[in-house]
């Protein structure tokens, strides 16, 4: 085989958009679990409970339980 057919058959597999969309989706999810495992790096932060811990959510909290 020449060179010309590997690059022909490298661009239809690579090329077609059953193997863009699961790529893509792979590559996003990989790196959201990435920056989460890094985020729980820092002892000092705790990631699950990011939420809770703005000021604003105590406040909307605390409205909520005078209500």
């Not at 105590?58 to 909520?64: A, L, N, P, S, V």
């Amino acid at each position: 085989m020449k060179f010309e057919d590997y690059y022909k058959e490298f661009c239809e597999v690579f090329g077609h958009p059953l193997w863009h969309m699961p790529m893509m989706l792979i590559i996003f999810f990989l790196g959201v679990e990435v920056m989460h495992v890094n985020y729980h790096a820092d002892g000092n932060k705790d990631a699950h409970g990011f939420c809770s811990q703005q000021e604003f959510v105590k406040d909307m909290q605390k409205e909520i339980d005078n209500y």
